[in-house]
Nanobody, 120 residues
Framework: VQLEESGGGLVQSGESLNVSCVAS????????MGWYRQAPGKQRELVAN???????FYEESVKGRFTISRDVDKKAVYLQMNDLKPEDTAIYYCCADHIPDGHKYGFYYWGQGIQVTVSS
């Protein structure tokens, strides 16, 4: 399973960005797709994810500002980020929990990461 991210970039505080991720390869079932982020000197944290049933999780600091969506047929996940703040600056990683055929549990796959920088 390969994950290709796009979007990101440099914006000013209060502006918006959208990041996208598409999965490819031998895919049987993706349980959830989502986004983690890692800021310099900090641990990687889960920002948002969405299950195949449309259940979404958001990290507390992004609730009300970020919206995750998913296209199951296209094997894609999107993160619309509004009202961005300097503390949102990080490398954003797409992640997918893929369950191979014949397996009960999934394996995490990661994209290479995409930089999001918010200036004050």
């Amino acid at each position: 399973v390969q994950l290709e991210e796009s979007g990101g970039g440099l914006v000013q505080s209060g502006e918006s960005l959208n990041v996208s991720c598409v999965a490819s390869g031998t895919i049987y079932k993706i349980h959830w797709m989502g986004w983690y982020r890692q800021a310099p000197g900090k641990q990687r944290e889960l920002v948002a994810n969405m299950t195949i049933n449309g259940e979404a999780f958001y990290e507390e600091s992004v609730k009300g500002r970020f919206t995750i969506s998913r296209d199951v047929d296209k094997k894609a996940v999107y993160l619309q980020m509004n009202d961005l703040k300097p503390e949102d600056t990080a490398i954003y990683y797409c992640c997918a929990d893929h369950i191979p055929d014949g397996h009960k549990y999934g394996f995490y796959y990661w994209g290479q990461g995409i930089q999001v920088t918010v200036s004050s």
